[in-house]
């Protein structure tokens, strides 16, 4: 290659990537000065294909409507499905309902629960958001980016980067097989011990969430 068209190639990488470094600088600002002021908030996450009629639908929006009555905000993904019944619930207990929408090619149109809405091109950014304002994950059946979610919190949890903050699995049913696989192949094996399986509290109750949460809120002041 030309050396001069090389070197003309490498410069153009290089604005490239001052750019996007730029453009991630600004994300993580706007995330931090629309959320500083929050208060307690409890993200929820959950398949963005759960229909209105689907029962994981009704139960994010009864639950987050009680969290929302009790003083917590709700933040989601705020797209379609489980996203959109947490924000709905928010609003309809008078809470603060948040969406921290990303860029995808398909599923990600915001909702129209949301009263604070956030658009991130960047799903790390993203997750820093959801993990600095909550005090508690709730999350419900969902596929590839809900167990992304799941993981990373527990990862964080585990590692100690930041500080514990109790994650529901709502739904035994549907989160039951992933908990056995957990305890009879990871545990088993050592990959992981038995007590950090502590993090994750698998529920079918509202209330046991409910009162969860309260819990920690009272326990932090909050």
């Known amino acids: 290659m030309n050396p001069e068209k090389k070197k003309y190639i490498m410069d153009e990488i290089s604005a490239q990537e001052a750019w996007r470094l730029f453009r991630i600088l600004a994300e993580l600002v706007e995330g931090f000065d629309t959320l500083a002021n929050l208060g307690p908030a409890v993200t929820f996450f959950g398949s963005a ?5 689907d029962p994981e639908y009704a139960i994010a929006r009864s639950l987050a409507a009680k969290l929302a009555k ?10 379609p499905g489980v996203m959109e019944a947490a924000n709905r619930g928010a609003q309809e207990g008078g809470g603060l309902s948040i969406g921290l929408n990303i860029e995808i090619p398909f599923e990600q149109r915001p909702n129209e629960y949301i009263d604070k809405l956030i658009g991130f091109r960047y799903f790390f950014v993203r997750k820093v958001m959801f993990v600095k304002y909550s005090v508690a994950f709730v999350i419900l059946p969902g596929g590839y980016g809900t167990m992304d979610e799941l993981f990373e919190a527990l990862t964080l949890i585990q590692t100690r980067k930041i500080k514990p903050f109790p994650v529901y699995l709502l739904g035994k049913s549907y989160w039951g097989g992933l908990i056995d696989w957990l305890k009879e192949v990871m545990v088993k094996e050592g990959k992981i011990s038995a007590e950090e399986l502590d993090i994750l509290h698998v529920v079918d109750d509202e209330e046991e969430i409910v009162e969860g949460i309260r819990a920690v809120r009272k326990a932090m002041d909050l």
């Open 49 to 53: 294909r759960a229909a209105e009629k």
């Open 70 to 79: 009790e003083g917590s905000a709700i933040i989601t993904g705020g797209g």
